[in-house]
């Protein structure tokens, strides 16, 4: 599937910012399932610097420094994406097998999946993440099953709810009261498989949506997402995340489908949030993003979509960067 995709943000300042250093993470990445066939990103007012760099993910950043006075800023990232459908890899590794390979000890070889079974600045450890996991972790269950189990869970037993949660709402709140938004939802599972010992590591990008039947498709009506990777260590080298969606209950080898296009990968949201920065001035300030997403087919037909949508993005407070929902 070829999508095209438009990120746009918005600020309003009041009063103008006197200088602003941001960091973005916009430009999807060219593999695990998808290649990246073009990529712009337009900042106005000018940067006064701007460069790319790659983080320790293996993900595109971009920094740019502003230092002239401004009310407004916007970014615009435009990206047309292939992606590949995959189907559920087959794995038979249980779950305790899994644990005992990132246990300490001494001369074994360092496994780079080691950093996603710690604590991240937003999801720590608890007590109560390991309790509500631990249903889906029979003795003997395979570490790709005991996962499904679990993103089948949190999709049934969590209520989708915009504006029940804010960018900063704790992981452990969000569980308590059994709602949220997809990054609330990836957070809890995150926690929950590392828990139980299991490396997961958080996932940003977008999915292809369609209006209500007889509505007509909006420019910038779509959004961020967020969902979870897991390490599944008997698949081929190179290949042994799988992704799973406990927003909209979906799964896949690389990604949940071919309608998912996979922008960062990080410990969790605040690795890869897709814009943040530092400004001096501008007190006061409002955002508003706008997200779309279209299938691309050979005459440029109108777009196509599969999934609930599930991800209207919320406005982070003054000082905050942007978030999934």
């Not at 993910?57 to 740019?64: H, K, Q, V």
């Not at 079974?117 to 790709?144: I, N, Q, T």
């Not at 390490?231 to 190179?238: E, N």
């Not at 691309?296 to 905050?320: L, Y």
Request: proline share 7%; charged share 15%; hydrophobic share 35%.
């Amino acid at each position: 599937m070829k999508l095209r995709v438009t990120h746009e943000t918005r600020y309003d300042y009041a009063p103008a910012v006197q200088t602003a250093q941001h960091m973005a993470y916009l430009q999807p990445l060219n593999g695990r399932g998808q290649r990246l066939l073009q990529y712009s990103l337009q900042i106005d007012p000018l940067p006064s610097q701007n460069r790319q760099t790659q983080d320790v993910f293996g993900n595109t950043r971009c920094y740019f420094s502003l230092q002239t006075p401004h009310t407004v800023l916007t970014v615009v990232a435009r990206s047309v994406v292939v992606t590949v459908d995959s189907s559920q890899p087959a794995s038979s590794i249980g779950w305790e097998q899994t644990r005992e390979l990132f246990r300490y000890r001494s001369g074994v070889r360092f496994d780079a999946a080691t950093e996603f079974v710690f604590a991240s600045p937003l999801v720590p450890r608890h007590s109560e993440f390991a309790a509500y996991a631990r249903p889906s972790f029979a003795p003997d269950a395979g570490v790709l099953a005991a996962a499904q189990d679990l993103m089948q869970r949190i999709h049934r037993d969590f209520t989708y709810e915009s504006e029940s949660t804010q960018i900063n709402t704790p992981a452990l709140q969000a569980l308590a009261q059994r709602k949220g938004v997809c990054q609330d939802f990836a957070h809890i599972m995150i926690a929950c498989l590392r828990a139980m010992g299991v490396p997961a590591r958080y996932v940003s990008g977008y999915l292809l949506t369609l209006p209500p039947p007889g509505s007509v498709k909006l420019q910038g009506s779509d959004a961020s997402h967020a969902w979870v990777s897991v390490y599944v260590p008997d698949l081929p080298a190179g290949a042994r995340w799988c992704d799973l969606d406990p927003t909209n209950n979906r799964s896949g080898w690389h990604s949940p489908g071919a309608d998912y296009v996979t922008l960062a990968l990080g410990r969790d949201f605040s690795d890869v949030s897709p814009i943040r920065g530092v400004i001096h001035g501008g007190a006061d300030h409002t955002l508003s993003v706008g997200v779309t997403v279209e299938s691309v087919a050979s005459d440029d037909q109108a777009s196509q979509a599969s999934g609930p949508a599930n991800n209207e993005e919320q406005a982070p407070s003054p000082g905050q960067s942007q978030s999934p929902s």
